[in-house]
């Protein structure tokens, strides 16, 4: 049986439209759409769909259930020690509580360091008839995401993503953010950008793979010897690395653009360390806009990640797969924003060396 539309509802919402309408377009009792809608049983998988295609064809406003259940935040290794260090964690964790509230969820927060602690969590889950679904929070490890295979209630992943796209994942579109960062100082004149990362995750990776395209797109050489890697996020890493860098090869580069904002902290001390200036003989770009950015010296230029809204949309598209409407596993990525400040300028058209200053 075919869905008829409803006259004037496609693709606004609408208080007039009502369940009788939904169950009239269908053909089917007010009974019949109430529990198809709500997932009980006694309705036929085809008049189920039937009648879920119809409320989202109407834009009908399906009442999802969720006020009073709980939702598993499983947080691994990485995630706890980012929240420690800096507020990238914190500010995705706030957006996804005050969404919790508005929601009436409770989020129950579990660390987890391995795969034992993984599939614990997932026990807990699925024994909890309480619990409505899972949020992993940087999860990388593919052991670890294959153990969701089969699980029953919606998992979603924030600040990751899965490959084989099997969960549904919120991050920021990290591979365009690099990108337009990278275009930001091509457009200033630099051609020789360091990329300096700490590699392992796959949102830095997507962030490499954006500077490598940017590079790419302008005719320019994305060498191997342009990415520097660190093995932390701390600032000081980063800036042993700059300055060993500059000390060997002296300064063959006229311009950084970190994977975070606290290795671009340390990006600008290594080249000041060496006796250079920022912007003037080298620009430094991170990525995040953490407040701290702003009270830099210089202020950094950096691309803005909706950290907040992390958290949030994450926790609207775990509450839409309760919905009962069927849908695929899908990835949400956020766009992100150029803040720019004082650490970037213009390639000096003539090089210094460390002991020439300005007069």
Known sequence: MAVKPLPGKRGKKSKRVRLEDIAESCGVSLSTASRAIAGEKGVRPEIRQQVL??????????????????????ASSAAMIDYVRNQFTLYVLEGLKERAQALGLEIVTRPIADRNEE??????????????????????DEGMLAATRGFDKPVVLLNSDDPFMRLSSVTPCN????RLAADHLIGLGHERILFLMRPGRRTIE??????KDALLHHGLAADADLVVPVEDWLPELAAQAIASRIEARGLDFTAVLAAGDSLAVGAMMGVQQRGYSVPGD???????DL?????LNPPLTTM??????IGSVALDLLRDSLSGLPMPPRRVELACHLVERASTGPRRSTRRTPFQRSM
């Open 53 to 74: 295609e119809a409320a989202k064809l109407a834009n009908y406003v399906i009442p999802t259930a969720v006020a009073g259940q709980k939702v598993i935040l499983a």
């Open 291 to 295: 407040p701290q950015a702003s009270f």
């Open 282 to 288: 080298v620009s430094v770009m991170g990525m995040d």
């Open 304 to 309: 803005h990640i909706p950290m907040r809204e």
């Open 119 to 140: 599939l614990a969590v997932l026990k807990e889950a699925q024994d909890d008839p309480q619990v409505a679904g899972l949020l992993f929070l940087t999860v990388d």
């Open 206 to 211: 997507r962030r490499y793979e954006g500077w």
């Open 175 to 178: 591979r365009s953010s690099a």
